[in-house]
């Protein structure tokens, strides 16, 4: 596997073996708790999701896509990976009420979580194709932050 992020070294000892791709990419999911892993993924047989925060491990997210993060289904994964997934290092996080201020004063623009965006898009159209999809012909108009969000 290939960190997406600069430096960036997480060389620990692996929860499982990987059988996936081996040039499969580790992206940064953000700056807190970097050595934690997430994976994003299309829904698997095997791995009941539930409809919100609980204790399963797996999370359905949206139409065609789960989030899991306990070890036993992240061996689950990695011994047989999906075809359609993110692998995900840390996380975005943000102060009590922070979040909700930053959304009230406009400064998120709001997507659908779409699978076509977070899998099948290169990283460097994702930006455009999200804006693009909320109805926005000229995504260079928005001001936009760094790197994918």
């Known amino acids: 596997m290939k960190v997406a992020a600069a430096n960036t070294d997480h060389r620990q000892k692996a929860i499982a073996p990987w059988h996936g791709d081996g040039d499969a990419l580790v992206w940064s999911g953000g700056p807190v708790s970097p050595t934690t892993g997430w994976v994003l993924h299309e829904p698997l047989d ?29 061996r689950v994964i990695a011994a047989t990976p999906p075809r359609r997934l993110r692998l ?12 909700a201020a930053e959304m009230a004063r406009g400064s998120w623009l709001h997507a659908d979580a779409d699978p076509e965006i977070i899998f099948d898009t290169p990283a460097e159209g994702m ?4 804006v693009r999809s909320l109805g926005i012909a000229n995504p260079e108009s928005v001001v936009q932050g760094r790197g994918v969000h």
């Open 46 to 74: 095997g791995l009941d999701a539930t409809a919100g925060l609980g204790s399963s491990g797996t999370v359905h997210v949206a139409s065609g896509l789960d989030l899991s993060t306990s070890p036993e289904k992240l």
């Open 127 to 130: 930006w455009d194709r999200a």
């Open 88 to 99: 995900l290092l840390g996380y975005s996080g943000w102060a009590p009420g922070q979040l």
